[in-house]
């Protein structure tokens, strides 16, 4: 991940070996089902990744895609989700979008987790009015 990496990508998965964990977790009773790999604390922010440009309303807008090539799916997880009453996060797949996500959304754990979105690549938008103040990082 270079300095400001406008593009996450995620290592390579052994699907062979998950085959072959999933094949052993089945024969043991009481194992939930895998429904998927994740890639935990990946330490992406608006302040060291993706990309921030001119918005409408003389705003702010970022910009980050993610992908894991070969997914069938990919679930977003935002650790620290709290945005201002008027900016507004959007999450892109190849086939639909997701929001917009607001400050309605913030929850006391301050997490965010999107559902499942069809493909290997999404894009995260973020749009930062510029009646927000100056946008965090």
Request: net charge neutral.
């Given at each position: ?30 194992l ?20 921030w ?21 990919l ?39 999107s559902?499942p ?21």
């Amino acid at each position: 991940l270079g300095p400001r990496a406008t593009h996450w990508c995620a290592p390579g998965l052994d699907v062979e070996n998950l085959r072959r964990q999933n094949r052993l977790r089945r024969d043991r009773p009481g194992l939930p089902t895998r429904v998927g790999h994740p890639f935990k604390k990946l330490g992406l922010s608006t302040a060291n990744s993706g990309d921030w440009s001119a918005g409408p309303d003389g705003g702010r807008q970022w910009n980050l895609t993610l992908s894991s090539p070969g997914a069938l799916w990919l679930v977003v997880g935002l650790d620290r989700f709290d945005l201002p009453e008027t900016a507004q996060l959007f999450i892109r797949g190849l086939e639909s979008s997701l929001g917009p996500y607001s400050a309605a959304d913030v929850r006391e754990h301050g997490e965010l987790w999107s559902p499942p979105l069809a493909g290997d690549t999404v894009t995260l938008e973020l749009f930062w009015p510029a009646s927000s103040g100056e946008a965090k990082t």
